[in-house]
């Protein structure tokens, strides 16, 4: 298998990584099936916010899971995106948790979650002009220095746009990523939703990213609705299986990155877990076609 | 208003229009795209109400309870990502939702459930030995100015209705048809290496218990307990106490010469 160092690398965020594999979401469902059942599988991610506790069995089943399967740490909460200072005791909290469990990546998203002392509890849309860019980049510089080690930034999936963005989406990641030198989490899906939603393509999206900083890929279901105009409005909910047009677009991007980690990402209408393991298996076979 | 002020006010405000600098490329009303953020917003509060509240839910019904958990995720959004900490003012919500009053108990059962949710996240702690524990007793010439230490995951919670006996009989199919739940109860919530347990215990032991965990003494925690009811137990007690590992400490008061 190709290890990570071999893969056209940019940055740090590679090392030690994970490996180029696909993973899953742990939920806490599976948590007995996974232990008792040692899934061959690449790496499981969870959620940083859910484990934010004291103690009890998340910690429990968690600290015995990461005994026997690589670890990446996905924040939902951190604000990036957000006008306000980054909260300092969220951040406190990831450092214990990195500290604790030393998980093989971290990344976080390109929203805002939280408003004033409000946390809203969904990533929220960000207008792509320079002072957000300055904000966002000392924001991740932060988040890099505080936690010592580089992070990854997952792209978003929106709805709308801002009449005050002066950038397109992809420049705005791509200047994020040469400023801050993070490394990207590119969620396949979210391209897809956010491509459909904003009628643009979803390949020149890709060809606009800078794809060498990509450590890591999401895979994820989306659902359909449809806007004032009738058209159709993907949502990115998490809670479907993989569409094919996102399997697709999945091949074409590891044809030009290499086998990266991959997480398939289930959060809603939760699956038996073989249902999920079924899916990680569909993108290993993705994997071991660009493996060398 | 900055722009996230504009946004993040329409977004906790049902009635409140989209706001203002957002558009759709294909000239579709941002409203109706708007609307799925506000969506994702309070559907997924709610079920995280829902998800923490099984109970209180399952006694008003679906339709209800998130009707009234919508009103409270506009009332009280949440003020930390750590969304298991989300929904502690529910109850007292619930105790002055006049909607909810032919339901008298249902504030309390929302407390009791609060309590499972911060039994099953609470810190870890190594509990004593029980027969070192029952051998440090008898070995005690003045049990009244020993200091017990309880598992952080304890806690009681009184009540005028059977808050346990209501919760209990939600765990199981049928069995509804029994239940009285008129009469005064106390709950016990605590967990035992993984697994979070609720009892019904007398308003005595609630008082004894609590003595406790404010730091008093045995002798003085008896007292309290004994205030609170004549028929307190104090063996019945320690020895549920004893037996599900939540004693972690035990120390002797430190008896200051006059």
Redesign the interface.
């Known amino acids: 298998m190709m290890t990570l160092s071999s893969l056209p690398a940019v940055s740090q965020a590679q090392a030690p990584g994970l490996p180029g594999r696909a993973g899953l979401g742990l939920k806490h469902e599976h948590f007995i099936e996974v232990l008792e059942t040692s899934p061959d599988i690449g790496f499981f991610e969870v959620h940083a916010?859910?484990y934010?506790?004291?103690?009890?069995?998340?910690?429990?089943y968690l600290g015995l899971i990461r005994e026997q399967y690589p670890l990446s740490l996905h924040g939902?909460?951190?604000?990036i995106g957000?006008?306000g200072r980054l909260?300092r005791a969220?951040l406190a909290?990831l450092s214990t948790l990195i500290e604790r469990y030393q998980p093989h990546s971290f990344s976080e998203h390109l929203a805002?979650?939280?408003?004033?002392?409000?946390?809203?509890?969904?990533l929220?849309?960000l207008?792509y002009d320079s002072a957000t860019l300055q904000r966002v980049c000392e924001h991740i510089d932060q988040v890099q220095s505080t936690l010592k080690r580089p992070m990854l930034l997952e792209n978003p999936s929106t709805?709308?746009?801002?009449?005050?963005s002066t950038l397109d989406e992809t420049d705005f990641i791509s200047e994020i990523i040469r400023r801050t030198g993070c490394g990207l989490l590119l969620d396949v899906n979210n391209v897809y939703v956010s491509c459909i939603?904003?009628?643009r393509d979803p390949q020149s999206y890709l060809d606009a990213l800078p794809l060498h900083a990509v450590s890591e890929i999401h895979l994820a279901g989306f659902a359909e609705?449809t806007?004032?105009?009738g058209?159709r409005?993907l949502?990115d909910d998490h809670g479907a299986p993989i569409d094919n047009a996102v399997w697709q677009l999945y091949e074409k991007v590891l044809a030009q990155v290499g086998p990266v980690p991959t997480l398939i990402e289930r959060d809603n209408q939760l699956p038996a877990f073989s249902v999920l393991l079924a899916e990680a298996q569909q993108a290993e076979r993705y994997l071991a076609q660009v493996s060398p | 208003m900055?722009?996230?002020?504009d946004?993040?006010a329409a977004?906790?405000a049902p009635e409140q229009a989209c706001p203002d600098?957002?558009?759709?490329?294909?000239?579709?009303?941002?409203?109706?795209?708007?609307a799925?953020?506000r969506n994702?917003?309070h559907s997924?509060?709610i079920n995280?109400l829902a998800a923490a509240y099984p109970v209180t839910l399952q006694l008003v019904g679906e339709a209800f309870f998130r009707a009234m958990a919508s009103l409270y995720v506009q009332a009280h959004?949440?003020?930390?990502?750590?969304?298991?900490e989300y929904g502690g003012a529910l109850a007292e919500f619930i105790q002055g939702f006049e909607p909810a009053q032919s339901v008298p108990y249902l504030a309390d059962i929302a407390r009791l459930e609060r309590l499972r949710v911060r039994?099953?996240?609470?810190?870890?702690?190594q509990a004593l030995d029980q027969q070192a524990v029952l051998l440090a007793l008898q070995g005690q010439a003045d049990l009244g100015t020993l200091r017990l230490q309880l598992q952080?995951?304890l806690a009681t919670l009184n009540s005028p209705y059977a808050v346990v006996a209501v919760w209990a009989v939600h765990q199981t199919e049928g069995g509804l048809a029994t239940l009285n739940p008129w009469h005064p109860q106390g709950a016990l919530v605590l967990?035992q290496g993984?697994e979070v347990k609720v009892f019904a215990i007398d308003p005595g032991s609630v008082a004894f218990i609590n003595s406790l965990a404010h730091g008093n003494a045995l002798g003085t925690a008896v007292e309290h307990a004994l205030e609170a009811s004549t028929e307190f137990d104090l063996h019945q007690c320690l020895t549920l106490l004893i037996s599900h590992n939540t004693l972690t400490h035990l120390h002797l008061e430190q008896k200051v010469s006059p």
């Open positions: 916010e859910n934010m506790v004291a103690g009890g069995p998340f910690h429990h939902v909460g951190l604000s957000g006008e909260d969220h909290r805002w979650s939280s408003h004033g002392p409000v946390f809203l509890n969904d929220l849309p207008a709805y709308l746009q801002f009449q005050r939603n904003h009628q609705d806007d004032s105009l058209d409005l949502i | 900055s722009l996230q002020d946004f993040a977004l906790l600098g957002l558009f759709s490329i294909n000239g579709a009303d941002p409203a109706s795209r708007f799925v953020y994702n917003v997924s509060l995280a959004p949440p003020t930390s990502p750590v969304m298991s039994a099953y996240h609470a810190a870890d702690c952080p995951s967990r993984l």
